[in-house]
């Protein structure tokens, strides 16, 4: 059974940065494609940036230039750096693995 919890999120004011983390517990390869997804309220849930097997990484128009994400496969840890923040990030951001496992989400608020 795979879990993962992520953790980083709180309250920032607009420019400043928060790293996200995903823990993965259980048989996450890390050959697994694994993403952050991100849901803003009254809103549908939207792909932020996703990184492939090999590393290749892809992130939305909204956020490029601005978050990173990256993986440690000897943590088994998903990051999501998040920089420039602005209050449309506003959401909660989910870690999500392949094929189906999700997180139960971190809050993020972009507010002065």
């Known amino acids: 059974q795979v879990q993962l919890v992520e953790s980083g999120g709180g309250l920032v004011q607009p420019g400043g940065s928060l790293r996200l983390s995903c823990l993965a517990s259980?048989?996450?390869?890390?050959?697994?494609?694994m993403a952050w997804y991100r849901q803003a309220p009254g809103k549908e849930r939207e792909l932020v940036a996703t990184?492939?097997?090999?590393?290749?990484?892809r992130y939305s128009d909204s956020v490029k230039g601005r978050f990173a994400i990256s993986r440690d496969n000897t943590k088994n840890t998903l990051y999501l750096d998040m920089n420039s923040l602005k209050p449309e990030d506003t959401a909660v951001y989910y870690c999500w693995a392949r094929p189906t496992y999700w997180g139960q989400g971190t809050q993020v608020t972009v507010s002065s």
């Open positions: 990184i492939g097997r090999t590393g290749i990484t």
């Open positions: 259980g048989t996450i390869s890390s050959s697994n494609t």
